[in-house]
């Protein structure tokens, strides 16, 4: 059935050549094949390319009739950006070359590359496992697209919201859902003695400050709080609204809200002092019962067993974070290191598009997955009985696809890659708690996490950032709003945002929003 589908689509392919004026027809074969060039960003720079005899030079010739020749792009990003800007200013670009924001924006301004909206169908299988709308919007200017948007290696949505399920049930409470339920189970977690163990040593919240430039203000730890009011991370991306988030009115009820956890003595009080070990050594010995994490720092082997030793009958949950009064609800913001491969307006004109698409989609194929991600079966992988590649079997262990020596063959796998179980398995293995005997699987809590509500922040970590004195002004002034040194009324956080602005809030933000528009980050 694939293998018809795959038919099918090829068809498709070299019809979509007949539908366009003046370019011409190709039918390449293994004895007569195109030329397709390719600039190509390596999966591990300093393996160096894949040698003359790679099996999936002869492969793709005899099934596609393509002539495939990589060139590697430099591994530092101004590097790269200067040869593809170069290439640019010459006219000489290759059929394909992957590109970061700024040579895209570049290449679409002087019109040197091609409209890609009409091979999206033409690639069903990668579009759907590869492209979604946000990473077509990426690359789309003034309602065309111009490219195949891919994230980088880092995984998207891999923090969520944790519970302890164990605490709750010990109390009879049920999940809590809504911003004030999550208050009254942090007022039982921190009052009532979740562990039973007599003492006045639980928390409900548990947090400390990790900022960065996207996440500003309390940081991503308090951002599911922050979330339930639509106000979390740094900068709104959307079109409607855009700005800081720290100049919506919706930020005070927010920052209110910690506040109050702060007064009432329900959230962790050295969560000001902690760094992240801190953090990650007090939730292992059982002081508070809610926090943001990750999910490999919390369900990994080694990082879960402390808390696996000391609390065998413990266990935390995913849960949604809070919703609040207008049924806003997300974890946090994520941004997408997003690089966008694009076809040259020449290879266009030439008629190599169809067989781009052919070879884009053959890549995803069954076929063509494996053999870019793990090399060839049978000699530098195995399939385990999950289907999962494993070196583990293989005739000659040297040539493993983990060996370095091998690493050559797997040059384009950042062009197959999509973190898909296949790939994420080895990294994150099921296995059986220690002491509790407990199944345990990061890559199953990432999924979880994964499918909570996020908030899209792509371009928002490209933005102008703050000069050294309103960054402090910033940072500070939130938290002398949330520890009592600054008395939290609308009076008084009126008065505190017109100083912001005034020392300089207003024009960064005008900046922000300024450069989002031209990036077209706005969604």
Not at 110 to 124: A, H, W
Request: net charge negative; charged share 25%.
């Amino acid at each position: 059935m694939k293998k018809i589908i795959f038919l099918l689509t090829i068809f498709c392919i070299f019809s979509f050549s007949g539908c366009k004026n003046k370019i011409p027809e190709l039918h390449p074969t293994a004895d007569n094949p195109v030329t397709i060039t390719f600039w190509y960003d390596a999966s591990v720079t300093e393996a160096g390319a894949p040698p003359e005899d790679w099996i999936a030079y002869k492969i793709i010739r005899e099934k596609l009739g393509i002539d495939l020749k990589l060139t590697m792009l430099p591994l530092n990003a101004s590097d790269r950006n200067v040869k593809v800007n170069a290439a640019a200013e010459g006219n000489m670009l290759p059929d394909m070359v992957v590109v970061n924001r700024e040579p895209l924006m570049n290449l679409v301004k002087k019109g040197l590359i091609m409209q890609v909206d009409d091979l999206y169908p033409l690639m069903p299988e990668r579009t759907q496992k590869m492209y979604n709308e946000s990473s077509r919007h990426f690359a789309t200017f003034k309602g065309k697209c111009y490219g195949f948007s891919t994230p980088g290696g880092k995984i998207q949505k891999n923090e969520g919201v944790l519970i302890r399920k164990d605490w709750l049930d010990n109390l009879n409470l049920s999940v809590p859902k809504t911003i004030e339920e999550y208050l009254n189970v942090m007022r039982a977690f921190t009052f009532d003695d979740p562990d039973g163990n007599g003492k006045n040593d639980t928390y409900g919240y548990g947090a400390f400050l990790e900022i960065n430039t996207y996440e500003e203000g309390l940081g991503r730890r308090l951002d599911p709080i922050f979330g339930a009011f639509g106000v979390c991370g740094t900068w709104n991306m959307t079109e409607s609204a855009p700005g800081l988030n720290v100049r919506k009115t919706e930020y005070y009820d927010a920052l209110n809200t910690v506040a109050i956890m702060q007064r009432e003595g329900i959230i962790d009080p050295n969560w000001l002092g902690y760094k992240k070990d801190d953090f990650r050594a007090a939730w292992k010995s059982g002081r508070f019962g809610i926090m943001r994490e990750q999910n490999s720092a919390y369900a990994s082997e080694s990082n879960y067993a402390p808390f696996d030793r000391k609390f065998p009958n413990g266990e935390w949950i995913v849960i949604d974070p809070p919703t609040g009064p207008e049924g806003k609800s997300a974890v946090g913001v994520y941004t997408i290191p997003y690089t966008t491969l694009v076809i040259s307006k020449r290879a266009e004109q030439e008629g190599k598009a169809p067989l781009i698409a052919a070879l884009l989609e053959w890549m995803v194929s069954d076929e063509g997955y494996y053999l870019l991600g793990w090399g060839e079966e049978g000699v530098n992988f195995v399939f385990d009985e999950n289907h999962v590649p494993v070196a583990e079997g293989i005739p000659d262990p040297s040539k493993s696809f983990a060996k370095s020596a091998q690493q050559s063959l797997t040059q384009l796998r950042n062009m197959v890659f999509y973190h898909s179980d296949a790939e994420l398995v080895s990294r994150y293995p099921t296995y059986i708690t220690e002491v509790s005997k407990k199944q345990m699987s990061a890559l199953k809590v990432l999924r979880e996490m994964q499918q909570k509500s996020w908030v899209n922040a792509t371009g928002s970590d490209t933005l102008p950032v703050p000069d050294t004195d309103l960054k402090r002004f910033y940072e500070q002034g939130v938290l002398d709003f949330v520890t009592g040194k600054n008395t939290l009324t609308k009076n008084n956080w009126l008065i505190w945002v017109e100083e912001f602005d005034k020392l300089g809030g207003l024009q960064w933000e005008k900046d922000g929003v300024a450069k989002a528009m031209q990036s077209n980050y706005l969604y």
